[in-house]
């Protein structure tokens, strides 16, 4: 922008022409004094030939900030310390060919600067479009903006090189607020497993392959992923009935370990191919999670197993499927035809731009597989909501579970372990625990878990319950009221049952076998380096042995047998 020299060039012939006065008048005075007679005196003129008015302007008409996917008024909420990019839709109207510039955004927080950034100079479209990324200048904004309310303000062309009809809308201002949301807690948990159909067994070191993706795509800043020990798993998971069973288990695990209303993921990572390069999947069921329950496992394909854990993640965080592929249990309130994203969406790991009718929500079965705001604002709502409650100190209580197969349930071992007891649940499922003489020592609501997949579908009932005041004979639990299934403790009561004994052997030199007393007492076998933090190694565990090859503990670590139904609980201590 060219301020018009006019001004100045008036202010020039002035002086001028004043100095030249003063020279006549002297000259003229002295002159009068000798030949008394009158001089003329000619002033010069300067010719200004009239500048040509600025036909062309620029104008800042929109800002966009894209974490994940973004509406076109910004109502998607942003997550503090999550890359961010921002679009700003600078237009140049009036111009014969397109003008070059630079853009510079400058930040504050309240009164506080935090700095500016500066791009170009670039030519600056007539018409920049949500649609194309190449039409909009677009920062990469620096972590430390992306905190709290923040106030941008762009402004085209603050050095002025460029002459424009309006000056006065060349800066566009925007506020915006950027939440605090806890990392996601993943625990990866790698299965062994041994397929019975051919006797191979497929495992895997440990690794990741799928928090990348996550955290590209969920509103999060951090995914903060570990791994657990192998968990073993034999059967034949080319049928629905067995990811069923593998799921359960995997729920059991983290209910003992974490309490089974955590915020925690627990992600079973099934491997597919074994040390041979020979596989077991033939098709159908990739991947299986609870909706609303924190658990879920899936199948390592690859570069593609992030997106299907993706899939599997969302149904922990409470969402059913997006209409597109035919899955089952598919949300009503889905608000885009065929489960396309329906906004636009920017992955700001390589900055790509993803158009809304183009790529299709995670929770369907459509690829190529993004995330639309709508399952964005919902995963958001359920993680601010999972990690802001107030988590009582871990006490002793009773893990009960039960699982559903239509109107019939099946009460499995019930253990009494240090945990969290779980929210309340409106589900209509209760759990009642009995002394010997059928009196209802407590009554406490249970969570119920629904997982469903083309072709699988699967229910069960988990709580945590505190201890009562005497001594538990017996679990039931009630749908509305009515007793649906009933189990009856070992021995005379929960705190009487005859007590298990156990130890550590070698096992050939492959390790150490764990073997107790009471082989026809289910028990579940986990271990601790500091008697506080357990790990689980085997849930519901008979005949009395439990191979412990691979496990490497250090001196001192803790081995315990907690049977099911009461008996008191056996510990080992490693030498």
């Known amino acids: 922008m060219h301020k018009r020299p006019t001004r100045l060039i008036a202010i020039v012939v002035l002086l001028l022409a004043a100095a030249l006065m003063h020279l006549g008048s002297v000259g003229t005075t002295h002159a009068a004094s000798q030949h008394r007679q009158t001089q003329k005196v000619y002033m010069p003129a300067v010719l200004q030939r009239p500048l040509q008015a600025a036909t062309q302007d620029l104008t800042i008409i929109h800002l966009g900030l894209f974490q994940t996917v973004q509406t076109a008024t910004n109502s998607v909420s942003l997550v503090a310390g999550k890359p961010a990019l921002l679009r700003v839709y600078t237009q140049a109207t009036g111009a014969s060919t397109a003008p070059v510039a630079e853009v510079t955004v400058h930040a504050r927080r309240g009164m506080t600067s935090l700095g500016s950034l500066t791009l170009g100079p670039q030519a600056i479209s007539a018409q920049p479009s949500l649609g194309d990324l190449n039409s909009t200048f677009n920062f990469d904004l620096p972590p430390e903006w992306l905190e709290g309310d923040v106030t941008l303000t762009a402004t085209v062309d603050a050095v002025n090189t460029i002459p424009e009809m309006n000056e006065a809308n060349n800066t566009y201002t925007g506020d915006f607020t950027f939440h605090a949301v806890a990392p996601l807690q993943i625990v ?6 041994t397929d019975t159909r051919t006797g191979r067994v497929f495992a895997d070191a440990p690794h990741d392959p799928i928090s990348h993706w996550i955290q590209g795509a969920f509103p999060v800043s951090q995914v903060i992923t ?11 998971l080319r049928q629905g009935s067995e990811w069923d069973r593998l799921l359960r288990q995997l729920t059991t695990l983290a209910a003992a370990e974490v309490g089974p209303g955590s915020a925690t993921v627990y992600y079973g990572l099934i491997p597919n191919a074994d040390a041979s390069g020979a596989t077991w999947f033939e098709g159908g ?10 658990v879920s496992l899936g199948l390592d394909v690859g570069v593609e197993t992030g997106d299907a854990a993706g899939h599997e993640i969302g149904h922990n965080f409470g969402r059913q499927h997006a209409p597109c592929g035919n899955p089952n249990s598919v949300d009503p309130h889905y608000p ?48 601010v909501a999972r990690t802001s409650q107030g988590r009582e100190r871990p006490s002793e209580g009773l893990l009960l579970r039960a699982d559903l197969d239509g109107d019939a349930a099946t009460v499995l071992p019930v253990y009494r372990l240090s945990g969290l007891p779980t929210a309340s649940d409106d589900s209509g499922y209760r759990v009642q625990l009995l002394d010997a003489a059928g009196r209802v020592l407590a009554t406490h609501p249970v969570t119920l878990l629904r997982a469903e997949e083309l072709g699988v579908e699967a229910q069960a009932l988990v709580a945590q319950v505190p201890v009562p005041d005497g001594n538990v004979a017996a679990v039931r639990f009630l749908r509305d ?6 189990r009856v403790l070992a021995g005379p009561g929960l705190e009487q049952a005859a007590a298990v004994t156990a130890r550590l052997s070698a096992a050939g030199g492959h390790g150490l076998t764990l073997t107790w007393n009471r082989p026809d007492v289910p028990a579940l076998v986990r271990y601790s380096t500091d008697g506080r933090q357990w790990t689980l190694l085997a849930a519901d565990a008979l005949n009395g042995r439990l191979d412990l090859a691979g496990l490497q503990l250090p001196a001192g670590s803790q081995i315990q047998i907690v049977p099911g139904d009461g008996s008191a609980v056996a510990t080992v201590r490693v030498d």
Do not use: K
Request: hydrophobic share 35%.
């Open 336 to 383: 885009y035809p065929n489960a396309t994203i329906g906004v636009y969406g920017v992955d700001t790991a390589d900055d790509v731009l993803l158009e809304p009718s183009a790529n299709y929500d995670m929770m369907s079965y459509c690829g190529p597989e993004w995330v639309s705001d709508y399952t964005y604002e919902a995963l958001f709502q359920d993680q």
């Open 188 to 193: 990866i948990v790698p299965i062994t497993y």
């Open 481 to 486: 009221g009515r007793v649906i299934a009933e």
């Open 226 to 236: 570990s791994f657990h020990p192998p968990f073993a798993f034999t059967g034949d």
């Open 285 to 294: 069921v990739s991947g299986y999670g609870w909706i609303g329950t924190r």
